[in-house]
């Protein structure tokens, strides 16, 4: 891949041309892809620079910007989604495929990323009940994992959230969880408990 030097930055800035190029060379990357790919992977696979994959996948986000699918950053990586104007439609077509999470596992996967690395007593001991049932969902749809153990007696093991979970949230971190501050509390919700 030929490129210039801007004098500027002394990075190695690509043609207008080899930016299409690649663009379309990550885009077909982009399709295929069954997850997020990082920046770095893409580096790898094209042999083009961090700086130039980035201004390519700008260029990229930018003409499917306003389009029934859009490129996204998503955790970590950089992937194709729909347009969340389409959710309602897209739910429609795949309403029989789509499995919801229960309120109870919601809030025992709310748990696990606000208070993550977490063990299953930790987690019990803020809900009240026994989340056996919960967690083995909730580590079937790989939306938690097991990241550890607590040094303590029994070595505990240590769950947290996964990529998956940024994913399925369409969280490029937790440091976009909204503050759990921001959540109200209904008293009515604890005594259903």
């Excluded at 019990?124 to 049932?133: F, P, S």
């Excluded at 029994?154 to 990529?163: A, H, K």
Aim: charged share 25%; net charge negative; aromatic share 6%.
């Amino acid at each position: 891949m030929t490129s210039i030097l801007d004098n500027t930055s002394l990075q190695p800035v690509l043609l207008a041309g080899e930016i299409e190029d690649l663009s379309r060379e990550l885009e077909a990357l982009l399709f295929v892809a069954c997850e997020p790919l990082s920046i770095k992977r893409l580096c790898e696979i094209t042999g083009a620079e961090a700086s130039q994959v980035l201004e390519a996948l700008l260029v990229l986000a930018e003409h499917y910007h306003g389009r029934g699918f859009i490129l996204r950053q998503l955790a970590g990586g950089w992937q194709f989604v729909t347009a969340p104007a389409y959710n309602g439609a897209i739910e429609k077509l795949y309403r029989p495929k789509v499995q919801q999470l229960s309120r109870a596992a919601l809030e025992t996967l709310a748990i696990v990323a606000y208070k993550q690395p977490v063990t299953r007593q930790d987690i019990e001991n803020i809900r009240q009940v026994n989340i056996d049932r919960m967690l083995s969902n909730l580590l079937d749809k790989r939306l938690v994992k097991e990241v550890g153990r607590r040094e303590s007696l029994g070595r505990p093991v240590l769950y947290g959230t996964t990529d998956q979970f940024l994913i399925f949230f369409g969280l490029k971190s937790l440091d976009e969880l909204p503050p759990p501050e921001s959540f109200p509390i209904n008293e009515a919700d604890l005594d259903d408990r």
